[in-house]
């Protein structure tokens, strides 16, 4: 069964840090790009970062780069985002979806392969 968990988000203010995970369990990281997407309150959807499964290429949207860094584990089929130097624009719960195909579609939240998500996504919350 398809399941993703995501965790790791929590209260921080202005300019710290959290660290992102996304389990993932019923398909392979081998198989599958994965990446990150988010909603702030009252916001439509915005893409964050996605990495490739064919060669590990990273993707981010232009409002995270430098800031944010995607990686994952594919032994323990997880993947991981490394926020650091939070804004308060970046509170939002954050999401993660994997696509059989191009990764960048994650960041771009624009899809033409099949794609998957499902998961309660982790909160973060951030205070100036």
């Known amino acids: 069964q398809l399941q993703f968990v995501e965790s790791g988000g929590g209260s921080v203010h202005a300019g710290g840090s959290l660290r992102l995970s996304c389990a993932v369990t019923?398909?392979?990281?081998?198989?599958?790009?994965i990446g990150w997407f988010r909603q702030a309150p009252g916001s439509e959807f915005e893409g964050v970062s996605s990495?490739?499964?064919?060669?590990?290429?990273?993707y981010y949207a232009d409002s995270v780069k430098g800031r944010f860094t995607i990686s994952r584990d594919i032994a323990k089929n997880i993947a991981y985002l490394q926020v650091n130097n939070l804004k308060v624009g970046d509170a939002a719960t954050y999401f993660c979806?994997?696509?059989?195909?191009?990764?960048?579609?994650?960041?771009?939240?624009?899809?033409?392969?099949?794609?998957?998500?499902g998961g309660q996504g982790t909160q973060a919350t951030v205070s100036s």
């Open positions: 990495i490739s499964h064919r060669d590990g290429t990273a």
């Open positions: 979806a994997v696509v059989m195909g191009e990764a960048a579609q994650i960041t771009a939240l624009k899809f033409t392969d099949q794609y998957r998500t």
């Open positions: 019923g398909l392979s990281l081998e198989s599958y790009s």
